[in-house]
Nanobody, 129 residues
Framework: VQLQASGGGLVQAGGSLRLSCVAS????????MGWFRQAPGKEREFVAS????????VHADSVKGRFTISRDHAQNTVYLQMNNVRPSDTAVYYC???????????????????????WGQGTQVTVSS
């Protein structure tokens, strides 16, 4: 599976961005997926995950109410809608495929990066104050 993330950029605090992650190869539509981010000098952290059906989703407390993960099977794409962004959201954002059964709920996938197998190249998000 190959993942291509896009949509990052420079945005002012309080603004919005929508990240996209297009999956190709394999049976990508059957994979549960997630978004992670990594700021300079920090560990990679979980942002959100979504089951292959889209029926279950989990968002990190730090982004809950501001970010929303979704997916479009027809486009083999997972999105991360980012609203009311903050300078603390500045990071490289990565999409990833969950390394487990496609029927796993987002709640059961957990938040560890090691639970995810394939990773995209990342897209930079910079929020100015």
């Amino acid at each position: 599976v190959q993942l291509q993330a896009s949509g990052g950029g420079l945005v002012q605090a309080g603004g919005s961005l929508r990240l996209s992650c297009v999956a190709s190869g394999g049976t990508a539509r059957r994979y549960a997926m997630g978004w992670f981010r990594q700021a300079p000098g920090k560990e990679r952290e979980f942002v959100a995950s979504i089951s292959w059906s889209g029926g279950s989703r989990v968002h990190a407390d730090s982004v809950k109410g501001r970010f929303t993960i979704s997916r479009d099977h027809a486009q083999n794409t997972v999105y991360l809608q980012m609203n009311n962004v903050r300078p603390s959201d500045t990071a490289v954002y990565y999409c990833a495929v969950y390394d487990g059964p496609p029927g796993t709920t987002a709640q059961d996938m957990g938040v560890l990066a090691e639970n995810f197998a394939y990773w995209g190249q990342g897209t930079q998000v910079t929020v100015s104050s």
